[in-house]
């Protein structure tokens, strides 16, 4: 389709001449616009997308043509005056492949041609999303800290505790047996919980490998099944073309299990509960890379997903934060460590509530073995 008496006749392919020879056609200047941008055409039909978009709803440009605003963002275009610019700022809208995405859209009507509109979508979770990591380090770098000195004030005298209670069990009566056993549980209890904070003091370099991720996701399934979450269906949705990616194999284990547990915990004795383990590969995504020069390039996604009911609304902005938790036993260890995990492979961890019904998504990036 093509603008009605315009020179610029399907946007790409016939650019219109310019003045100045040498110069960038508007065609070329359309598609390389780091901003998302579309054309609408008065039956509310996409005639033209640049390679933002594509990027935006991982579609290419003839499969974004020819399809309206709400099939591909769940948002129609009907409540916009055709005639009258229209702005919704921290919208959320559902893109392709389940994902929901806050965004400013603004639309913007062509004076020479009723009814045709030019859509911007400015993304604002990108930034939200470095900016919590960046907040995230500090607490990571306190809980580093925190674990070192309970570490090494706290384990060596539990030791002795523990055996003391033991000696105590071999002397005292059949029936006082009782107590020096639950001595014994409740400082295996605590030394256990060091051992789980001596992981943020482990500053040593781990070296990075190709991974295949679907591997390693098998075997933390498979670990799932066997214990915490046999009564719970845990189902995969691949891309089988997805490249392996560049990561420590026994961390990624670990991070995958710990995100499946807490999937497990947060579904509980729910009827209907399940989990789902998605892979998918997001062109153009990157974040500056704590500490170095440049963007790190983290196009490997992975998702796990269950169907609890998510974490309370005033913990959200703090999941990953050393010793917050919402559950009553919890040490509110694990999800920081996850996020301890992905930061030292160079990647990104984010909570959301995202669909319909909304359901928990904890989303990896991940950078893909070429790049290293």
Not at 45 to 71: D, F, K, P, Q
Not at 159 to 188: F, H, M, N, W
Not at 302 to 318: R, S
């Amino acid at each position: 389709m093509a603008l009605p008496g315009s020179r610029l006749i399907r946007l790409g392919r016939r650019p219109a001449p310019s003045s100045r020879p040498g110069s960038p056609a508007l065609a070329e200047l359309f598609a390389i616009l780091p901003t998302p941008m579309l054309v609408i055409d008065p039956d509310g039909l996409i005639t033209e997308a640049n390679v933002a978009s594509e990027t935006l709803l991982n579609l290419g440009r003839n499969a974004i043509i020819g399809r309206s605003m709400e099939t591909l963002t769940g948002h129609p275009l009907t409540s916009m005056a055709k005639d009258s610019p229209f702005s919704a700022f921290d919208l959320p809208i559902d893109l392709p492949g389940g994902r929901t995405q806050n965004v400013d859209m603004m639309a913007a009507p062509m004076p020479d041609h009723p009814g045709w509109r030019v859509v911007t979508i400015h993304v604002r979770s990108t930034t939200h999303l470095v900016g919590r990591r960046t907040e995230r380090e500090g607490g990571k770098l306190t809980a580093v800290g925190a674990a070192a000195m309970l570490a090494h004030e706290i384990k060596n005298p539990l030791s002795g505790i523990r055996g003391a209670a033991q000696l105590l069990d071999k002397s005292v009566e059949p029936d006082a047996r009782d107590l020096t056993r639950l001595i014994r549980d409740e400082v295996d209890r605590v030394a256990a919980l060091i051992d789980r904070m001596e992981g943020f003091t482990d500053t040593r370099h781990i070296e990075l490998e190709p991974q295949n991720i679907h591997a390693i996701l098998s075997h933390a399934r498979e670990v799932a099944r066997q214990g915490f979450a046999r009564a719970i269906p845990v189902r995969e949705a691949y891309d089988p073309s997805l490249p392996e990616v560049l990561g420590h194999r026994d961390s990624l284990v670990q991070i995958f299990i710990n995100l499946l547990k807490n999937a497990a915990e947060a579904i509980g004795d729910r009827e209907d509960g399940q989990i789902l383990l998605r892979t998918a590969y997001r062109h153009g995504v990157s974040f500056l890379k704590h500490g170095a020069d440049g963007k790190q390039a983290l196009p490997i996604e992975v998702c796990v997903i269950d169907n609890g009911p998510g974490a309370p609304p005033e913990l959200a902005e703090h999941l990953f934060d050393p010793f917050v938790t919402s559950k009553r036993t919890g040490s509110g260890l694990g999800l920081a460590l996850v996020d301890k995990l992905v930061t030292d492979q160079g990647g990104v961890v984010e909570y959301a509530r995202e669909g319909h019904p909304e359901m928990t998504v904890f989303r990896l990036l991940l950078p893909r073995a070429r790049d290293r």
